[in-house]
């Protein structure tokens, strides 16, 4: 039996606050077993660790909606054809930065707030999966809030731009399959209470669609859940 694991794992790559080589030395202090890379939109930890001796299964998280629900869909064991998730994963970045430009324009319509081009260049350089934390960095970077909480309450809610970026869910479904991965819901809980339903009213339509399982141990999730 598998006593110590983390299977939702996300890098600088996308959102996290730690790099691949962080990453693994924390796993490495925490005597974790077995481990998976999700980071949002993004493959490019297979690519870091495809040398190193490890207990790794290659994942992803993806950004998707399905029928008026937006969700995250994880994607396990992508040891095959990628073509079809590097293909999502190309198509969502160009729409993330897209997204990002008309963020932080509103953010300087709305708050009279702007940065220097050098910095947001900067920031588009190094990351494939742009959103509106990396602004709640600059916001923190200037002393325009104390924490990322803060960014959020005074500024990030209030943020829209008519770009979007997540893909359907059978896409996705379709691509992880493709690449001879299993499809798992990300933390259903947070949908249940984002929409007010029980996510046994559209499981069996999701099952339809490909998703093999749900995601149960993850850190919005309590014991009774």
Known sequence: ????????????NS??????????????????EYFAI?????????????????????????????????MHILGYYL??????VKFLCDKIKELRKLRLYGLLEDLNKKFNISFEQEEIDDIVSKCNTLGRPHIGKLLIKHKYVDNMNDAFLKYLNYLHTDIYYRM??????????????????????KIEKKYNILIDEIIEDLIEIGI?????????????D
Not at 1 to 12: G, K
Not at 41 to 61: A, W
Not at 168 to 189: C, E, Q, W, Y
């Open 38 to 70: 999700t980071d949002h939109d993004n493959i490019d930890s297979i690519e870091q660790l495809k040398d190193k001796k490890l207990n790794y299964i290659t994942g992803i998280e993806f950004s998707g909606r399905f029928k008026t629900y937006n």
């Open 212 to 224: 093999d399982g749900i995601e149960i141990y993850n850190s919005m999730h309590y014991n009774e």
């Open 168 to 189: 359907d869910a059978r896409d996705i479904t379709s691509a992880i399959h493709s690449a001879g991965g299993i499809v798992i819901l990300a933390h259903p809980k």
């Open 1 to 12: 039996m598998i006593q110590n694991f983390d299977f939702h794992i996300h890098t600088s």
């Open 79 to 84: 040891d095959g054809n990628l073509s079809k």
């Open 15 to 32: 959102d996290g606050d730690y790099n691949i080589d962080e990453i693994i030395k924390k796993i490495n202090e925490n005597n974790i």
